[in-house]
């Protein structure tokens, strides 16, 4: 069946840098666009931005444009959510998600935190 799993989330301080990742099975990986989401505490959750299935376009929410970055390896079936200049208003649980077959199939998502 389909799965993704992310990994990579953690504490880290204003300023810093952390890089996720999301592992996907039990589907053509390349095939299909990926979404990172994040839902910070209290708040509803939104979209950071997505990567296409070939990588030519990747497009960010306006709050981490020029911090974040999308990637991917199709041959790993995985894709990458490169965070840098974190602020504490990036706090948040950060998921991936693709949709396959008409369904919106998500990760359980990774923590992370950004405090002094």
């Known amino acids: 069946q389909v799965q993704l799993v992310e990994s990579g989330g953690g504490s880290v301080r204003p300023g810093g840098s952390l890089r996720l990742s999301c592992a996907a099975s039990g589907f053509t990986f390349s095939s299909r666009t990926v979404n990172w989401y994040r839902q910070p505490p209290g708040k509803e959750r939104e979209l950071v931005g997505s990567?296409?299935?070939?990588?030519?376009?990747?497009n960010y929410a306006d709050s981490v444009k020029g911090r974040f970055t999308i990637s991917r390896d199709n041959a790993k079936n995985t894709a990458y959510l490169q965070m840098t200049s974190l602020k504490p208003e990036d706090t948040a649980v950060y998921s991936c998600s693709v949709v396959h077959m008409l369904r919106r199939t998500w990760g359980q998502g990774t923590q992370v935190t950004v405090s002094s």
């Open positions: 990567i296409s299935g070939d990588s030519t376009s990747a």
